[in-house]
C-alpha cells in the first residue's frame, strides 16, 4: 500500500475523516488533490500550482526521528533547510536522533512514509509524540501540508494551523 489517499481507510483516522474534523471545529483551508508527492523535489513541482500573489507561504518537510531512549519526535521544518541529524539532535537537546521505521510511523502517527506531516499528530498526540515547528512559521500566512495522504495537500492559515494544535492538545516546540 502506498501514501495516497486510495488507501486512507486503512488508516487509523482517515484523511476524509481529519477533513471533517477540521471542517467541523470551523478550521479553514484549501484542499488540492494531486499524483502523489514522495520527495520535497516532488512537492517543489506541484506546489507553485498553490500559490497565491502575495501570500507567504511555508513549504514544510517533515521527519519523524527517535532517540536513543526510544521517544518519537516529529520535527517540522522549512522545505529548503538543510539537516544534519547530530546538530539537531543537540538543538532538540535529545541526543542522537535517527529515522523511525515505517513500522513505528504507522503505529505512532497513524500514516505511511511520504505522507508524514503536522496534521499527524492528531493520532501522535495520545502516542507520546513530540512536537517541534521551524520557527519560519511564525512569519507564514499559509502552511502547506499534507492531511495524512500525500496525493493531496491542504493550505491553512497559520492561525488555523495554531487552532488545529490546541484543539488536539499538542504542544508545539519552536526550532
Not at 508527492?37 to 498553490?50: C, I, S
Not at 520557527?135 to 502547506?144: F, K, P, Q, T
Not at 491542504?154 to 488536539?168: G, K, L, P, S, Y
Amino acid at each position: 500500500m502506498d501514501a495516497s489517499s486510495a488507501y486512507q481507510d486503512t488508516l487509523p483516522f482517515s484523511s476524509d475523516a481529519l477533513l471533517r474534523q477540521m471542517d467541523g471545529w470551523g478550521l479553514g483551508y484549501r484542499l488540492h488533490n494531486h499524483v502523489p508527492l514522495r520527495t520535497v523535489e516532488d512537492a517543489m513541482a506541484v506546489e507553485n500550482q498553490f500559490m497565491v500573489p502575495g501570500e507567504a507561504v511555508l513549504r514544510v518537510k517533515n521527519l519523524y526521528l527517535r532517540d536513543r531512549k526510544k521517544r518519537n519526535y516529529l520535527v517540522t521544518l522549512e522545505q529548503s533547510r538543510g539537516i544534519d541529524l547530530k546538530a539537531l539532535g543537540a538543538e532538540l537537546g535529545v541526543g542522537n536522533l535517527s529515522f523511525g521505521s515505517a513500522e513505528r510511523l504507522m503505529q505512532n502517527l497513524g500514516i505511511r512514509p511520504g505522507a508524514v506531516s503536522p496534521l499527524s499528530m492528531i493520532n501522535g498526540v495520545e502516542n507520546g509524540v513530540q512536537f517541534f515547528m521551524d520557527v519560519a512559521a511564525r512569519e507564514a500566512d499559509v502552511i502547506n501540508m499534507h492531511p495524512l495522504v500525500n496525493d493531496r495537500t491542504v493550505v491553512m492559515t497559520r492561525a488555523d494551523t495554531m487552532a488545529f494544535f490546541e484543539r488536539i492538545g499538542c504542544a508545539v516546540n519552536w526550532i
